[in-house]
């Protein structure tokens, strides 16, 4: 469990890496997310603080940019593209299918944190439809039985930990 001297610590860390420069703002946040999974609340305290900027501002920032999240998200981040090629090759049918594997509609995490549910407009990759993003990974072509597979292949990682 992350406590707040844990958080304030590594926040300092991070705005220090980028020089407490306000115009890093967007850095800073982007490796404050790296490193909790999403954007605590003292973690966007303690970087106003260090970078000499007010709260709203990097509250502005962080709630403007929808990369960024203010509820904590899972080890696991799966994006369903939602685009209009993705969308005509049966998005929708496959966003059903994990909504039902995992048990959670979009914007939600499972309990166990594993997995966090989006959807996304396009991921510019459009020839490889329907695509699901898996973190960084990029998934094409998926089927209703690649969706199993794909759930499958990452317990057994994380049970290999």
């Known amino acids: 469990?992350?406590?707040?001297?844990?958080?304030?610590?590594k926040t300092k860390e991070i705005v220090k890496k980028h020089g407490k420069d306000k115009s890093s703002?967007?850095?800073v946040l982007q490796d404050i997310q790296e490193a909790f999974n999403y954007l605590p609340?003292?973690?966007?305290?303690?970087?106003?603080?260090?970078?000499?900027?007010?709260?709203?501002?990097?509250?502005e920032a962080a709630t403007f940019y929808t990369a960024f999240s203010l509820k904590p998200r899972g080890e696991n981040i799966v994006k369903i593209c939602v685009g209009t090629a993705c969308h005509v090759r049966g998005a929708a049918t496959l966003q059903d299918k994990f909504e039902r594997t995992l048990g959670i509609k979009p914007g939600e995490t499972t309990k166990d944190k594993k997995f966090s549910l989006e959807t996304v407009n396009c991921?510019?990759?459009c020839a490889l439809g329907p695509v699901v993003l898996i973190n960084t990974e990029y998934h094409g072509q998926?089927?209703?039985?690649?969706?199993?597979?794909?759930?499958?292949?990452?317990?057994?990682e994380g049970a290999q930990r």
């Open 41 to 59: 609340k003292q973690a966007l305290k303690t970087a106003a603080s260090a970078m000499n900027v007010p709260f709203s501002r990097v509250y």
């Open 142 to 156: 998926v089927t209703m039985k690649k969706v199993d597979k794909i759930i499958e292949k990452i317990n057994n």
């Open 25 to 27: 703002m967007i850095a």
């Open 1 to 9: 469990m992350k406590t707040t001297s844990n958080i304030a610590g």
């Open 123 to 125: 991921v510019g990759a």
